[in-house]
T-cell receptor, first 114, second 117 residues
Framework: GENVEQHPSTLSVQEGDSAVIKCTYSDSASNYFPWYKQELGKRPQLIIDIRSNVGEKKDQRIAVTLNKTAKHFSLHITETQPEDSAVYFCAARSSGGGADGLTFGKGTHLIIQP | GAVVSQHPSRVICKSGTSVKIECRSLDFQATTMFWYRQFPKQSLMLMATSNEGSKATYEQGVEKDKFLINHASLTLSTLTVTSAHPEDSSFYIC?????????????FGEGSRLTVL
């Protein structure tokens, strides 16, 4: 099955600086890569996703890049703000559509220092 | 977006009792729902895939007789933790995808925090 590795486990950055979280996956057939933000005790919220036919996607301060050859994808958050503090999970799925569940990374606790 | 609702949000039970958690898709039909478990400060681990009208598919290491899943309609899936023990205490989250849109995006319920005494 799919295996997703995520680094770092904890990331502390100064407010206004950029944050980068990296993930690798094992299944070359994976074609959908979402990123979720989870605040303590709450449900994960999708913040951005990318499919294997795209190399980069951006939404305001958030961007995701995908390198299919190397089987890794990254989340970039620019101009970080205190409300960005949360746990971020990357995930991957190896089949199309919604028939299969996602495999999640272990999560990154992002701390924005004021 | 699509809305997935989960109930109860918190439940405390005695060891040996059974607990049922409901997951509903409020504004869309979900042929497939997924149940995840999340221990404190850990990731979401897929437990099983719930398919409407058929048996659930369980991940390796998940006891199907302990975690009973029923997906009786296109908007409701239930997870029953049978004979619960303290080690079953966890955050259980369901999710569903919009079959009609087939984008692969998962929508999560609010989660249910189970504490077994």
């Amino acid at each position: 099955g799919e295996n997703v590795e995520q680094h770092p486990s904890t990331l502390s950055v100064q407010e206004g600086d950029s944050a980068v979280i990296k993930c690798t996956y094992s299944d070359s057939a994976s074609n959908y890569f979402p990123w979720y933000k989870q605040e303590l005790g709450k449900r994960p919220q999708l913040i951005i996703d990318i499919r294997s036919n795209v190399g980069e996607k951006k939404d305001q301060r958030i961007a995701v890049t995908l390198n299919k050859t190397a089987k890794h994808f990254s989340l970039h958050i620019t101009e970080t703000q205190p409300e960005d503090s949360a746990v971020y999970f990357c995930a991957a799925r190896s089949s199309g559509g919604g028939a299969d569940g996602l495999t999640f990374g272990k999560g990154t606790h992002l701390i924005i220092q004021p | 977006g699509a809305v997935v609702s989960q109930h109860p949000s918190r439940v405390i039970c005695k060891s040996g009792t059974s607990v049922k958690i409901e997951c509903r898709s409020l504004d869309f039909q979900a042929t497939t729902m997924f149940w995840y478990r999340q221990f404190p400060k850990q990731s979401l681990m897929l437990m099983a895939t719930s398919n409407e009208g058929s048996k659930a598919t369980y991940e390796q290491g998940v006891e199907k007789d302990k975690f009973l899943i029923n997906h009786a309609s296109l908007t409701l899936s239930t997870l029953t933790v049978t004979s619960a023990h303290p080690e079953d205490s966890s955050f259980y989250i369901c999710s569903a995808s919009l079959a009609a849109r087939n984008t692969g995006e998962l929508f999560f319920g609010e989660g249910s925090r189970l504490t077994v005494l």
